[in-house]
């Protein structure tokens, strides 16, 4: 089992910025790939980006160049820096980690911050 615990979500005006984290339970962090993905009302959930032990990273389309995600094995803890911000990237912002070997049994999820982006 692994507990994910995320801060750092709150109240921004366009262009603004925000960093994320999230925080694992787990001593095994590492063997597991992380995520950000983000809920708007009425919409389903998407991946915001990814990273892999060995850091390579996946990005939405919407946020490359706005974004970025980084990870600190030794903290068990993963970031997401948000620059740039606009409107349409308000959301509530989950935190996912999926294990590299059984993804299908150990795939977790955080309680979800809110990002409000005021135009």
């Known amino acids: 089992q692994v507990q994910l615990v995320e801060s750092g979500g709150g109240l921004v005006q366009t262009g603004g910025s925000l960093r994320l984290s999230c925080a694992a339970s787990?001593?095994?962090?590492?063997?597991?790939?992380m995520g950000w993905y983000r809920q708007a009302p009425g919409k389903q959930r998407e991946l915001v980006a990814s990273?892999?032990?060995?850091?390579?990273?996946v990005y939405a389309d919407s946020v490359k160049g706005r974004f970025t995600i980084s990870r600190d094995n030794a903290k068990n803890t993963v970031y997401l820096q948000m620059n740039s911000l606009k409107p349409e990237d308000t959301a509530v912002y989950y935190c996912?980690?999926?294990?590299?070997?059984?993804?299908?049994?150990?795939?977790?999820w955080g309680q979800g911050t809110q990002v409000t982006v005021s135009s």
């Open positions: 990273i892999i032990s060995g850091g390579s990273t």
């Open positions: 787990r001593s095994t962090f590492s063997f597991f790939r």
């Open positions: 996912n980690a999926r294990s590299v070997i059984t993804p299908n049994t150990n795939d977790y």
